[in-house]
């Protein structure tokens, strides 16, 4: 059965936050595909995590930028589609990126910003319709410290 958690960003930007949790799921070795709205996010994200701390990088591939062969390698992919070229565990879904079918990973994660009306609106709404689904769902909201607190 797959975990659904939902991440209800207040206090943190996706950029700071999606690291953090991109590097707890490579100390746990999943592997992960991370999936946004748009071509520009993925372009965005790609250029983010090789600069996001100066002393390090997150070791990812990006959709567009390999062959399908360097794609299955990667432990983080980056993508705008509904691909799973690395067979990740984790799938996290940003930007108002959607997948119908998500029973093939072990966690999905919904992130989204709880200033953006519309994203609170689309995530509630996944909620609901996911709620019918055999999913185990969790929700997660950060507190006025920035740090996440379960809270369904």
Not at 69 to 96: K, M
Not at 118 to 129: G, L, S, Y
Not at 136 to 146: I, K, P, S
Request: aromatic share 12%.
């Amino acid at each position: 059965m797959t975990d659904v958690l939902f991440y209800h960003l207040e206090r943190q930007s996706l950029e700071q936050a999606l690291p953090i949790l991109l590097d707890l799921s490579m100390q746990r070795h999943w592997r992960v595909v991370v999936q946004a709205g748009s071509p520009e996010r993925v372009k965005m994200l790609n250029e983010h995590l090789w600069t996001y701390q100066d002393d390090s990088f997150m070791p990812h591939g990006a959709a567009g930028d390999m062959d399908a062969d360097d794609a299955a390698r990667q432990l983080i992919w980056l993508t705008d589609s509904p691909e799973t070229p690395n067979n990740a565990q984790v799938l996290f879904l940003v930007y108002g990126a959607d997948r119908t079918e998500i029973k093939q990973f072990e966690r999905c994660i919904y992130m989204f910003d709880g200033g953006d009306e519309e994203a609170v609106k689309q995530a509630r709404d996944k909620w609901k319709v996911l709620s019918d689904d055999a999913y185990r769902l969790t929700y997660y909201q950060q507190n006025h410290a920035g740090k996440w607190e379960k809270k369904g």
